[in-house]
């Protein structure tokens, strides 16, 4: 989803949820193509935290544009 420029440049953001624990972060990013960066960063901080690994992905889109 794309938001207005922010102070540090973000135009958009990608929102990561935990069903079972229902937490969720919201991470703000410059451009699309730094999402596969950004998600790959959160696992490995998800899985450190937690001490378990992410077993299922479930993949969600608001279909907003390319």
Known sequence: MQTPDREKGSRYF???LDDFSRLSWVI?????DEVA???KRWIRYVERESGAKV???RYLTSKGGS
């Open 14 to 16: 990608v929102t990561f």
């Open 28 to 32: 703000l990013v410059k451009t699309k």
């Open 55 to 57: 077993k299922v992905l």
């Open 37 to 39: 960066k950004v998600f």
